[in-house]
């Protein structure tokens, strides 16, 4: 058997054959075009699908299911996206249109809870049952998997792990709201710390990259040469990171927590400060999860997606 899954992103729409051990067999990219009407993207996703399992000399009743990972609020049970201010979709039966037009049986579920449950059959969390999956990016993205299986609530917008409040009154997150975990340990909130601490301390060689051209990596890169400026905003970074993971592994107690998204490119540099962090707060004194970086990065969505039909 085989699956269809297709990651709908604000830039792209992937659509990609999987087989059951979460290998992407083929795939193929189109531009999303956001701003035009959404029955016109689903229509290229139909395309898309179709024309995978055609160039594979495939029949349509040898696809065990269509999944999609979609950014935004999505009520799974009744397959719909109730809201994403990426694509700009409200209250859009994306299931019911994608049955109606193919006759494959179709999920849905948020895209960072599909990444999540790609790692969990074919990447870093693979043989564990109970897994959350963390992405420092732009935002903060999480996906949390409870005995196999997507866990979000019972109503839609659960698990939405970026969104705890970490410091009082803090700063300003997208959402609206103060303090927001997302607002500290996004690559986003790294590289504004970078900015700030830059133009206080000019004999930083932080001060000599522009504002502009300011990266998450860029600090990282500094305090490993040995600059006690940037490695002051590494661990400033880092403290807050251990804040929300350490909140979010005493509520789930989960096997494994992943760290995707570019700044889990620095590997070790994170990982090792990050544990030590974690170990001293954790209730009860011992760190039983594991905490390492995932390994599918743009796969985990796709894999995912098209593993919602296993569930």
């Known amino acids: 058997m085989y699956y269809i899954g297709v990651d709908l992103g604000g830039t792209n729409i992937v659509v990609g054959l999987v087989n059951e051990e979460g290998k992407i067999l083929d795939f193929m990219t189109w531009d999303t075009k956001k701003e035009r009407p959404v029955e016109l993207i689903f229509d290229d996703i139909i395309k898309m699908t179709q024309e995978i399992i055609s160039r594979n000399n495939l029949e349509k009743d040898q ?9 935004g609020i999505i009520d799974s049970k009744e397959g719909e996206i109730v809201y994403s201010n990426n694509i700009v979709i409200n209250n859009f039966y994306a299931v019911k249109y994608i049955e109606d037009k193919t006759g494959i049986k179709t999920k849905i579920a948020n895209d960072a809870d599909c990444a999540a449950l790609g790692e969990v059959v074919a990447g870093a969390a693979k043989g ?16 949390i998997v409870i005995d196999g299986k997507i866990f979000n609530g019972f109503f839609p917008g659960g698990a939405e792990v970026g969104h705890q409040i970490i410091v009082k009154d803090g700063e300003k997150c ?11 340990a996004s690559a986003t909130a790294l590289i504004k710390m970078a900015n700030r601490v830059a133009k206080k301390y000019p004999e930083s060689k932080l001060a000599d990259v522009k504002e502009e051209d ?3 990596k860029i600090p990282f890169d500094l305090a490993w040469q040995g600059d006690k400026v940037a490695l002051n905003v590494i661990n400033n970074y880092i403290d807050y990171l251990a804040i929300g993971i350490n909140n979010i592994i005493n509520i789930f107690k989960p ?13 070790d540099k994170l990982i090792k400060p990050l544990i030590e962090r974690v170990q001293k707060m954790v209730f009860g004194g011992h760190l039983s999860t594991e905490i390492k970086v995932a390994i599918l990065g743009n796969d985990a969505g796709l894999v ?3 593993m919602l039909n296993q569930e």
């Open 174 to 184: 997208t959402c609206g709201n103060q303090g927001c975990f997302e607002a500290y």
């Open 63 to 71: 696809i065990n299911g269509i999944g999609i990972g979609s950014p």
């Open 255 to 267: 096997q494994v927590l992943l760290i995707g998204g570019g700044v889990s490119r620095q590997g």
């Open 128 to 143: 564990f049952k109970d897994a959350i999956v963390i992405t420092l990016g732009t935002g903060v993205g999480s996906g």
């Open 214 to 216: 300011m990266t998450a």
């Open 304 to 306: 995912g997606a098209a």
